[in-house]
């Protein structure tokens, strides 16, 4: 069984900063890749970046240039550096591992941007 658990969301205001984090934990064989989505009410999940086993980083255009996926091999951690926050940015941040069978989810953290 995976464990993967976010942490580090909370209220900001627009044009600030917050790091969210994503702990993996279990019977993990391999990691692929892992990724960061976001989900809003009533909207399907976005994907916002991914970091493969490579190193290489990907990211969504409305995040290009803002955000940071970053990675701590031996912690079995991910990381997601958000700069100059918007207000459409708020929304549940959901982390997902990539291993040689299947995906696994968290359960998200909430990122909430308003003055």
């Known amino acids: 069984q995976v464990q993967l658990v976010e942490s580090g969301g909370g209220l900001v205001q627009p044009g600030g900063s917050l790091r969210l984090s994503c702990a993996a934990s279990?019977?993990?064989?391999?990691?692929?890749?892992m990724a960061w989505y976001r989900q809003v009410p009533g909207k399907e999940r976005e994907w916002v970046a991914s970091?493969?086993?490579?190193?290489?980083?990907v990211y969504a255009d409305s995040v290009k240039g803002r955000f940071t996926i970053s990675r701590d091999v031996a912690k079995k951690t991910i990381y997601l550096r958000m700069n100059k926050l918007k207000p459409e940015d708020t929304a549940v941040y959901y982390c997902?591992?990539?291993?040689?069978?299947?995906?696994?989810w968290g359960r998200g953290t909430q990122v909430t941007v308003s003055s």
């Open positions: 997902k591992l990539y291993d040689n069978s299947r995906a696994y």
């Open positions: 970091i493969l086993n490579s190193g290489s980083t």
């Open positions: 279990g019977s993990i064989s391999s990691i692929n890749a």
